[in-house]
């Protein structure tokens, strides 16, 4: 993971709050950077325990798979989550390197 996917990472850790109140299961099924394993897991961990349970356990396998901050941001914005997805974008664009 590069520097400014973890800072993505940070940042939705610090603020969990905004970010637990998805649907994990619709986020996963649009992310192209998810296995079939991830997906069927956090179906069944939904499925079992609740979207907001099973959150923090989404960002963990989003954070191992390259790409996952774009697609992330590509998923939340077809997914109706169109400000988190600019407060995101906001955070990678301004943590890449200056060319």
Same mark, same amino acid.
């Given at each position: ?26 986020? $996963? ?5 998810? *296995?079939?394993?991830? /997906?069927?897991?956090? !179906? $069944? ?6 979207? %907001?349970? *099973?959150?923090?356990?989404?960002? %963990? !396998?989003?954070?191992? /798979? ?14 109706? $989550?169109?400000?988190? $997805?600019?407060?995101?974008? !906001?955070?990678?664009?301004?943590? %890449?390197?200056?060319?």
């Amino acid at each position: 993971m590069g520097f400014a996917e973890e800072k993505v990472y940070d940042y939705i850790m610090k603020n969990l709050r905004n970010f637990r109140n998805i649907r994990v299961a619709s986020l $996963a099924d649009s992310l192209s950077c998810l *296995t079939d394993a991830d /997906r069927d897991e956090l !179906h $069944a961990r939904e499925e079992a325990r609740g979207s %907001q349970a *099973t959150v923090y356990k989404f960002y %963990q !396998h989003l954070k191992c /798979r390259q790409g996952w901050v774009r697609d992330l941001i590509e998923a939340l914005r077809q997914n109706n $989550a169109g400000d988190l $997805a600019d407060e995101l974008q !906001h955070v990678y664009d301004s943590w %890449q390197p200056r060319r």
